[in-house]
């Protein structure tokens, strides 16, 4: 019998999927100029508080995939420790990386992909998708070992709206997307470091080719007739960059940013880059809902990580809380520590420093 988190995850499954698009996941990495390199990404749940924790894997720790009829998919016992962050529950690792310096996500991907039907005398090497990154990055040390290692198991959703694609990255920077379409895995090698959600990887490199006109800085004054048109302030360089949330929008948003950022010097300058990047993506609450229909909630970007793969660090911020808060790789002992999850919150509630005012500046 499934679980009431299981039944939630249906449920996100099935907005995904449907008219209602609950997702709007957005990712971009960066290299800093110390060969540091990060990958950073939203998550966006808008239907309500969507529970996340992170989550420790040691090593040797034995892990089972569901299925659409429970708990009875592949097992599989982790070569590497790793460190996820989840949404719903444990088992549904959205973003994390594995101490060998792999980075593997998660984004929502309807109706473009599509996997084998479950068939129960496969169960064996049946692996939900919501699984996929977990055994990744405790299976897997590369790229090119996961490309290898996909064919042994059979990827199957949870519910039949249920479609994701992948994001890969290693320490090198070198990036890959995973898509999966009539049941057939293919690997693109992604040099943009963009990514978001439907249409295909493909068709969205495709489509940056009707924002060719973009670039930084302001356009040039030119004449019209008699009139001389003048920029009316900066950045009209960017003028008619897409400013909704859509999936295609994103994209071109996220390329056009993430690829005229200024190179900054070390790993963590990089990842606080990446936070203010993306804080041009969060999702307020109110335009995805029809007006006093919304939930009570900050924001539908629920939160925000960034993960240093060169140092093994994974840092995040949430809507109710915007401190950021840093996971490090290297501190774990991943043969002796245990396999945990705490919420990424441990009180929703944002933090105000008050500051005092000295006596000699009142």
């Known amino acids: 019998m499934k679980s009431t988190a299981m039944n939630l995850l249906l449920g996100v499954a099935a907005a995904c999927g449907g008219g209602f698009q609950a997702v709007a996941c957005t990712g971009i990495s ?5 060969g540091g390199y990060v990958q950073a990404r939203t998550i966006e749940w808008s239907r309500g508080a969507l529970r996340s924790d992170w989550v420790v894997i040691p090593r040797g720790e034995r892990l089972t995939s569901f299925t659409p009829e429970g708990a009875n998919g592949l097992s599989f ?12 529950q444990r088992e549904f690792i959205a973003e994390g990386i594995n101490e060998a310096g792999l980075s593997a996500g998660l984004f929502f991907f309807p109706r473009f992909g599509g996997y084998d039907s479950y068939d129960p005398a496969q169960s064996g090497r049946t692996l939900s998708d919501l699984q996929v990154v977990a055994w990744i990055l405790t299976q897997c040390a590369s790229i090119d070992e996961v490309k290898e290692a996909i064919a042994s198991v059979r990827v199957v959703g949870l519910e039949a709206a249920s479609v994701v694609h992948w994001r890969l990255g290693e320490p090198s920077g070198r990036q890959a997307v995973l898509e999966i379409v009539d049941g057939v895995p293919r690997f693109f090698e992604n040099e943009m470091g963009v990514l978001t959600n439907a249409p295909g990887f493909e068709w969205q490199l495709t489509n940056l080719d009707n924002y060719v006109n973009l670039r930084p800085g302001d356009a040039a004054e030119q004449r019209l007739g008699g009139v001389t048109l003048r920029p009316l302030g900066g950045n009209s360089g960017f003028l008619g960059i897409p400013g909704d949330d859509t999936p295609p929008s994103r994209f071109v948003r996220a390329a056009f940013y993430r690829n005229t950022a200024p190179q900054r010097a070390t790993a963590f300058d990089t990842v606080l880059q990446c936070f203010h ?58 043969d002796r520590v245990r396999y945990c999850a705490q919420p990424l919150d441990e009180v929703r509630e944002q933090p105000v420093v008050m500051l005092r005012i000295p006596e000699a500046a009142r």
């Open 77 to 88: 016992t982790a070569k590497y420790g790793t460190v996820g962050l989840t949404v719903v």
């Open 277 to 334: 990047l993306l804080n041009n993506f969060d999702v307020p609450i109110g335009i995805q809902h029809p007006a006093g229909e919304c939930p009570d909630i900050p924001s539908a970007t629920q939160w925000t990580s960034a993960i240093d793969l060169t140092n093994r660090r994974v840092y995040y911020k949430t809507a109710y809380d915007n401190s950021i808060r840093c996971i490090d790789l290297r501190e774990i002992d991943f």
């Open 30 to 34: 960066l290299t800093a100029a110390d």
